[in-house]
């Protein structure tokens, strides 16, 4: 069973920056792809970013040159950097992961989501 817990969200004013993390926990022999999506209330929920085990990273055009997703392969973490953050960001933010157990079973999770806030 793998875990992935994620901090970072809050309230922020419009262009401000948070950064998120999520730590993926557990019976885990390798990780694929890590991402990060969110839902805004009565949409549906979208692909931010993700990135995979060799770091090519796909954004979604709304975020693009202001959100920068990175990983720490050593530490099982993915990392969301928000800049110039807009109302229209607010949403829960989720992160997933797909990969490998140490018993070789296919695995891919999601966090509990984090708010995060964007207004003045």
């Known amino acids: 069973q793998v875990q992935l817990v994620e901090s970072g969200g809050g309230l922020v004013q419009p262009g401000g920056s948070l950064r998120l993390s999520c730590a993926a926990s557990g019976s885990i022999f390798t990780i694929n792809t890590m991402g990060w999506y969110r839902q805004a209330p009565g949409k549906q929920r979208e692909l931010v970013a993700d990135i995979t085990s060799a770091g090519s990273t796909t954004y979604a055009d709304s975020v693009k040159g202001r959100f920068t997703i990175s990983r720490d392969n050593t530490k099982n973490t993915v990392y969301l950097q928000m800049n110039s953050l807009k109302p229209e960001d607010t949403a829960v933010y989720y992160c997933?992961?797909?990969?490998?157990?140490?018993?070789?079973?296919?695995?891919?999770?999601w966090g509990q989501g984090t708010q995060v806030t964007v207004s003045s």
């Open positions: 997933d992961a797909d990969g490998l157990t140490m018993t070789m079973v296919r695995f891919g999770s």
